[in-house]
């Protein structure tokens, strides 16, 4: 074997003649080779195998350190950066006082025991249908020549009602699935609940009246939160009970409903989750839906438009638990860069301290935005999120190094439109409340957006070169003719499909709850309430 291996390694590569194919007269050559062969296949690839381990230790070190003063920093200011302090963080930012009162109405809401009567209820039930707006859009009473008060007092569902066959609609247009009956039994049922929901949900718009802090256990992206998705169900009562409220054109009860479900959305306000703050965007937005149609339908008075618009003030800008969010996701995220995820069933991958550095960085650029001015706000989101995008698309270190950011970081700009939605939502609303408001003092609608800086409400600045969406054009307004009849068409935009307000409200019906949201169309005179 030896003389195989001199003569493989001492072939000369002149005159390409074995050189050991007779006795090697020189010992010392023979050795030569050997070792540059040792050297040149296994001394220096194990030397280079150990310097790149030696750098990406070295590096891995280093942001380690900086991750370890970091943290300390969050921790010194009270900031989360894992379950338990993100556990005090939330007991903080949230009061438990009432935690217990809330928890047992979200149960009650989602009893299984409700299942039989929310069936077939407009907006609860499969095939509950759309509640109309009032009598005399109603398709079904339009149809079947059900007089009014047959209709208010029938209290028993419709025998043909009782599937969702073709056959069940016979004479009924093809898309209407509600049934009076069974909406207003189930009000009737449901009474003495939603009375205490109201209660609850209206002591959140007290003055220092902090959110809730419901007894959840912090587990990182293990966390279960039962009481968000409970609490979309219980803004859905509220929703079946105000549209039945604008039906009958009561003005107290829409009113009241419009309040408690912006109440129950702030029952939300404290928690650190971000999903829990995207559901209580949500519910706020079923709760504009709401105002929406009842200021289209003038169903509310003067002094409730106040009331409501008192509220909406306040909520213009982007909501601050944009922070409150993102420092629950640094908390949520770094146990799983660390190893420590009580849930993570694999090893620690190696090497994540650039890796959490990354996410830490993109982290910070989040809740360190500027809120104040939504289009700023939206430009940085944008640019965060393209820092991460740069990371994805860059060469192999940058790519290994952000594996996990690429996996945890929310997508900035996503989130980020869903923040200034809100504001943007309630911008609009307030200024469609303000038209009607015109209309209401002065016995017309205004003939300009302008006009609403003539009305005196104390606590309300309704100047729509404040109340602007982004892309710093102004909401668009203008009043026409309808049926002989003025109509007022406020209209914003979607973040869907465009970066600034239209020159025409959109045409089509855009069949998305948030797109549907921007085109406000408020007829003129068309109020049966009494101003206080």
């Not at 029938?154 to 056959?167: F, I, K, R, T, V």
């Not at 519910?283 to 009842?294: C, D, E, F, P, Q």
């Amino acid at each position: 074997m030896f003389r195989l291996w001199q003569t493989v390694m001492c072939f000369n590569p002149v005159n390409g003649i074995e050189m050991s194919a007779s006795p090697n007269p020189n010992p010392k050559t023979t050795r030569s080779c050997l070792f540059y062969a040792i050297f040149g296949f296994i001394v220096l690839p194990m030397l280079l195998i150990c310097g790149t381990l030696g750098v990406f230790v070295a590096r891995d070190k280093s942001a380690a350190g900086k991750i370890a003063v970091i943290k300390q920093e969050y921790i010194a200011d009270g900031l989360p950066v894992d379950n338990a302090s993100l556990d005090s963080y939330y007991s903080k930012m949230a009061s438990d006082e009432h935690a217990g009162e809330w928890v047992g109405l979200l149960d009650e809401v989602t009893d299984e025991k409700l299942e039989p009567l929310i069936r077939g209820v407009a907006i609860l039930g499969v095939d509950g249908g759309e509640i109309p707006v009032s009598k005399e859009m109603d398709p079904v009473l339009q149809s079947s020549g059900t007089s009014l008060v047959e209709a208010a007092e029938d209290l028993e569902p419709e025998p043909n009602m009782d599937s969702g066959s073709e056959e069940s609609f016979a004479g009924y247009e093809s898309d209407v699935r509600w049934n009076q009956g069974r909406v207003r039994k189930f009000l009737m049922t449901t009474a003495e609940l939603r009375e205490r929901i109201h209660t609850a949900a209206q002591r959140q718009l007290q003055p220092g009246v902090k959110p809730v802090r419901f007894p959840v256990k912090l587990d990182g992206y293990n966390t279960l939160l039962s009481q968000v998705q409970n609490m979309r169900q219980l803004a859905r009562f509220l929703a079946v009970e105000g549209e039945m409220a604008v039906y009958d054109r009561d003005s107290e009860g829409a009113s009241r409903c419009i309040k408690s479900m912006i109440g129950a959305s702030d029952a939300l306000g404290g928690d650190p989750m971000l999903i829990s703050q995207l559901v209580r965007i949500a519910i706020n937005g079923i709760a504009m839906n709401l105002l929406k149609r009842s200021v289209e339908q003038d169903v509310l008075t003067d002094g409730q438009l106040v009331e409501i618009g008192a509220i909406l003030a306040q909520r213009t800008q982007i909501s601050a638990t944009w922070y409150l969010a993102h420092h629950g996701e640094r908390a949520t995220a770094l146990p799983v860069f660390e190893g420590t995820a009580s849930y993570m069933e694999t090893p620690r991958l190696p090497f994540r301290s650039n890796d959490a550095l990354y996410f830490l960085e993109n982290n910070k650029a989040a809740f360190e935005a500027e809120l104040s001015d939504i289009n700023t706000f939206r430009k940085d989101m944008k640019a965060a999120e393209q820092e991460l995008n740069n990371l994805v698309s860059g060469n192999f270190i940058a790519k290994l190094d952000s594996l996990l950011t690429q996996m945890v970081a929310p997508a900035a700009t996503q989130i980020g439109d869903s923040f200034v939605r809100e504001a943007t939502m309630h911008r609009l609303a307030l200024l469609a409340l303000g038209v009607r408001l015109y209309e209401k003092r002065n016995g017309s609608l205004p003939g300009s957006l302008e006009d609403l800086k003539n009305l005196k409400v104390e606590g309300l600045e309704l100047d729509p070169a404040v109340l602007m969406p982004i892309g710093k054009k102004p909401f668009g307004f203008k009043v026409e003719e309808q049926d002989a009849k003025p109509k007022a068409v406020l209209w914003g935009f979607s973040l869907l499909n465009a970066d600034e307000t239209p020159d025409e409200p959109p045409k089509d019906d855009p069949g998305l709850e948030i797109e549907a949201i921007w085109v406000w169309q408020l007829d003129s005179g068309s109020s049966n309430a009494e101003s206080p």
